[in-house]
């Protein structure tokens, strides 16, 4: 299997505590060791059994390609995608009505990264990537998602139109935000198998999808800015469903 790079602390502490894909630690020369420093993270490689190698700082400069990797790279398994069968089984786990995101073309590796941060805080029981013209999972997507990578199972798909189905096949009620929607997103009850789709940056859900899904919710807005970024909106919403759940 291919390896990747895992930067910065939050990323490369989860990247550890995920326990099966951490290969070795990368710290740079003269780094902090202390109990604000890298010491704690360490002392978890050393329980682990990681081994670590110090190395110069621009040796991770390199790997970083720009990132701050504010000392220390991991070098990891290559991520893992998951399958749908994997999401249901989350649920089934936690006892709970199967709470899904779909991300319809997300392109930005940091939009990605704090969906997925916002999801593993939120509850969700994993997210649902199209394998064509959308970020995957990378080293950027994983330091946007403060490790949260490790936690939330993602699945790639083909085809997110066809996967729609599926899952309205076998039970879920897919609800999308739409500016022009008559209800708010607050309106609905939540209390029952859903799928938020959260659309592209720039062109939201596309018109396929959309028709796909059950209900159309909005988020009020007072300003002149006709939509919110995806990462915000898709943070709203899933706090919502947890709130309607609560």
Not at 6 to 21: M, N, Y
Not at 36 to 57: F, N, S, T
Not at 83 to 109: N, Q, S, T, V, W
Not at 187 to 205: A, C, S
């Amino acid at each position: 299997m291919a390896n990747d790079w895992v930067i910065g602390r939050q990323a490369v502490k989860e990247a550890i505590r995920a326990g099966h894909r951490t290969q070795s630690l990368l710290v740079a020369e003269g780094a902090g060791r202390g109990k604000a420093g890298l010491g704690p993270i360490l002392q978890l490689a050393k329980d682990r059994g990681i081994p670590v190698r110090e190395v110069p700082r621009r040796k991770l400069d390199q790997l970083a390609e720009g990132g701050n990797h504010q000392g220390i790279v991991a070098q990891v398994a290559a991520y893992k995608y998951a399958d749908l069968e994997d999401l249901f089984r989350r649920a089934k786990e936690r006892d709970e009505p199967p709470f899904f995101l779909l991300l319809d073309g997300i392109e930005d590796p940091g939009n990605l990264g704090s969906i997925l941060r916002t999801a593993d805080a939120a509850g969700v029981h994993g997210v649902i990537i199209p394998k064509r013209r959308a970020a995957g999972l990378t080293v950027t997507v994983a330091k946007a998602s403060a490790g949260a990578v490790e936690h939330v199972p993602i699945a790639r798909v083909t085809n997110l139109n066809r996967a729609a189905e599926e899952l309205k096949e076998r039970g879920m009620w897919l609800v999308g935000s739409d500016i022009r929607a008559s209800d708010s997103f607050t309106q609905l009850d939540y209390n029952f198998p859903v799928g938020l789709v959260i659309g592209n940056e720039g062109k939201g859900i596309s018109r396929l999808l959309k028709e796909r899904c059950d209900f159309l919710v909005r988020l009020p807005m007072k300003g002149r800015v006709p939509s919110l970024n995806a990462s915000v909106a898709g943070a709203l919403l899933m706090y919502e469903v947890m709130r309607k759940r609560k």
